[in-house]
T-cell receptor, first 115, second 112 residues
Framework: DGGITQSPKYLFRKEGQNVTLSCEQNLNHDAMYWYRQDPGQGLRLIYYSQIVNDFQKGDIAEGYSVSREKKESFPLTVTSAQKNPTAFYLC??????????????FGDGTRLSIL | GQQVMQIPQYQHVQEGEDFTTYCNSSTTLSNIQWYKQRPGGHPVFLIQLVKSGEVKKQKRLTFQFGEAKKNSSLHITATQTTDVGTYFCAAMIYNQGGKLIFGQGTELSVKP
């Protein structure tokens, strides 16, 4: 089955530690996205990528970094600079660049907590 | 930044009652998408509206896009317990790089 795989499902971070969240898709989608979801709020865009080796900051990029070395993969690193990282992180992909009107397909998410 | 306001934040209904959630923007929208997120799950795409005044139906769900393309609504007729979840609108705004901006979501609970 085609889809988006996020791992791990649960992740714990110590103070001052960087952690990387994995996102892999086999849908042959060009565009990929990272969102953060907090209770009672909608999804906020962290970073997005339209093509390999290119990505743009979203609305809340501070304290995060990404890479897009392969079409299938868009890992997100939560750095120690992100002071409030506890949240539910969702990765998504769509079949074309964001300027088109394609729906986004989401992974199951990674729940990150601070130890 | 650009915002898409969605109301209400919560809605509790008795099974069989109707439910409506509204999405509003001060800016003209290129298109609007609707997603459903079940408790503990991830958002799942429901539908996309593109044209001014567009109305689309999916069984008991009716989606509308305003004439001015600044608002949208999702109406569920005769809710069932399977409708439980959070419904999000997500709007694409002209000249904003094609990013989707999500509303805060409406959490629907249905009492049997």
């Amino acid at each position: 089955d085609g889809g988006i795989t996020q791992s791990p499902k649960y992740l714990f971070r110590k103070e001052g530690q960087n952690v990387t969240l994995s996102c892999e898709q086999n849908l042959n989608h060009d565009a990929m996205y990272w969102y953060r979801q907090d209770p009672g709020q909608g999804l906020r865009l962290i970073y997005y990528s339209q093509i390999v080796n290119d990505f743009q900051k979203g609305d809340i990029a501070e304290g995060y970094s990404v890479s897009r070395e392969k079409k299938e993969s868009f890992p997100l690193t939560v750095t120690s600079a992100q002071k409030n990282p506890t949240a539910f992180y969702l990765c998504a992909s769509s079949s074309r660049a964001p300027n088109s009107n394609q729906p986004q397909h989401f992974g199951d998410g990674t729940r990150l907590s601070i130890l | 930044g650009q915002q898409v306001m969605q109301i209400p934040q919560y809605q509790h209904v008795q099974e069989g009652e109707d439910f409506t959630t509204y999405c509003n923007s001060s800016t003209t929208l290129s298109n609007i998408q609707w997603y459903k997120q079940r408790p503990g799950g991830h958002p799942v795409f429901l539908i996309q509206l593109v044209k001014s005044g567009e109305v689309k139906k999916q069984k008991r769900l009716t989606f509308q896009f305003g004439e001015a393309k600044k608002n949208s609504s999702l109406h569920i007729t005769a809710t069932q317990t399977t409708d439980v979840g959070t419904y999000f609108c997500a709007a694409m705004i002209y000249n904003q790089g094609g990013k989707l901006i999500f509303g805060q979501g409406t959490e629907l609970s249905v009492k049997p």
